[in-house]
């Protein structure tokens, strides 16, 4: 019976020996398996990684090399542009101020045949330089390159009647409106506000003043002691006159004369004239707006000199977006 209890005792001991040295071997062999494995995924997951991070890096460097060359070329086509505005502003302005001298020294027949071709070759090599400026295929719908329109039948002129312009423009304002009407030899009626609104003939108010040699000669009378208030700013005038004159069968024209404009945005003013200055059937504004600067205010020191800056960059573009032309004079002084 002891013999029998002591086999079974060492049979189990071998069984729970083999159990526990299979187990051992299972760890050992697990423990092999991963050790020879993990590094060579490992090794290619880190290459694998790198070569992708080369690979966008180096894209990366493409990408901010071709940026630099781009913005490059860009700014060098927009300072060529914005000379190119410049050049054609100035131009612009030098050609209306030549016909307006052509119309009316040819008005007054006193200028000799040589001034004629003088001016006439002045107008035909500004207008050349203009088309290389431009291009050939250019086509200005509102006949800039040309100067003023004179397709109007009535006129409105926005006087600014400040200070600074009765106390040194205004002379050489009067010489102006005779020029302008000169080149509107007969009109269907003429009507004269300074930049608030105010009517020069109160008896004309929201009506037109038939035109005619004694009219003219009395607007140009009146107007050398004509001197309402005024805030030096043009808005006002031109946003009544059109609200009052404005009509879809009348052809109109409306300069405004100044030098400064005092108000807060321009953007404000070209919008609102925007809303009110509808377009007709040809897609044209109702009324065109021509407008006249004097530079009194550069007479000033240059830090004094902000509002006749901002009038004639607000008429440049005013005048372009309904039509008109923006005659910038050189001198205020008769």
């Given at each position: 019976m002891s013999s029998q209890k002591r086999r079974h005792a060492q049979?189990?001991?071998?069984?729970?020996?083999d159990v526990i040295c299979c187990g051992f071997g299972a760890i050992i062999l697990l423990l092999m398996i991963t050790k020879s494995m993990s590094p060579v995924v490992l090794e290619r997951a880190q290459q694998n990684n790198?070569?992708?991070?080369?690979?966008?890096?180096?894209?990366?460097?493409s990408i901010r090399g071709q940026s630099k060359?781009?913005?490059?070329?860009?700014?060098?086509?927009?300072?060529?542009?914005?000379?190119?505005?410049?050049?054609l502003a100035v131009l612009?302005?030098?050609?209306?101020?030549?016909?307006?001298?052509?119309?009316q020294q040819s008005k007054a027949a006193?200028?000799?045949?040589?001034?004629?071709?003088?001016?006439?070759?002045a107008v035909q090599s500004l207008s050349a330089e203009m088309q290389r400026l431009l291009g050939l295929n250019h086509r200005s719908k509102n006949d800039l390159v040309g100067g003023i329109p004179v397709d109007s039948e009535y006129l409105v002129f926005i006087i600014d009647t400040s200070g600074s312009m009765f106390g040194y423009a205004w002379p050489r304002l009067q010489q102006e409106i005779i020029a302008t009407l000169n080149i509107y030899p007969e009109v269907k009626g003429i009507q004269i506000m300074n930049d608030m609104g105010s009517y020069m003939f109160n008896n004309y108010r929201h009506r037109w003043i038939p035109d005619s040699p004694g009219r003219r000669s009395a607007i140009i009378k009146r107007l050398r002691q004509w001197n309402p208030f005024s805030?030096?700013?043009?808005?006002?005038?031109?946003?009544?006159?059109?609200?009052?004159?404005?009509?879809q069968e009348h052809k109109i024209s409306l300069f405004v004369m100044g030098d400064e404009f005092s108000g807060r945005s321009i953007q404000q003013v070209l919008a609102a004239v925007e809303?009110?200055?509808?377009?007709?059937?040809?897609?044209?504004?109702?009324?065109?707006?021509?407008?006249?600067?004097?530079?009194?205010?550069?007479?000033?020191?240059?830090h004094l000199q902000g509002t006749g800056i901002r009038f004639a960059t607000l008429m440049r573009e005013l005048t372009y977006r309904n039509g008109g032309t923006f005659i910038g004079l050189n001198d205020f002084k008769p």
């Open positions: 049979e189990f001991s071998i069984a729970f020996l790198s070569a992708q991070i080369a690979d966008l890096q180096q894209s990366l460097f060359i781009f913005n490059r070329e860009l700014n060098s086509r927009q300072q060529q542009v914005s000379l190119n505005q410049q050049r612009k302005t030098r050609l209306a101020t030549l016909k307006v001298q052509y119309a006193i200028v000799s045949a040589n001034d004629k071709g003088r001016l006439a070759l805030n030096s700013s043009p808005v006002e005038g031109i946003a009544k006159a059109i609200r009052t004159f404005v009509n809303r009110i200055n509808q377009v007709n059937q040809s897609d044209q504004r109702l009324v065109r707006i021509h407008a006249v600067g004097f530079p009194v205010q550069f007479m000033r020191s240059k």
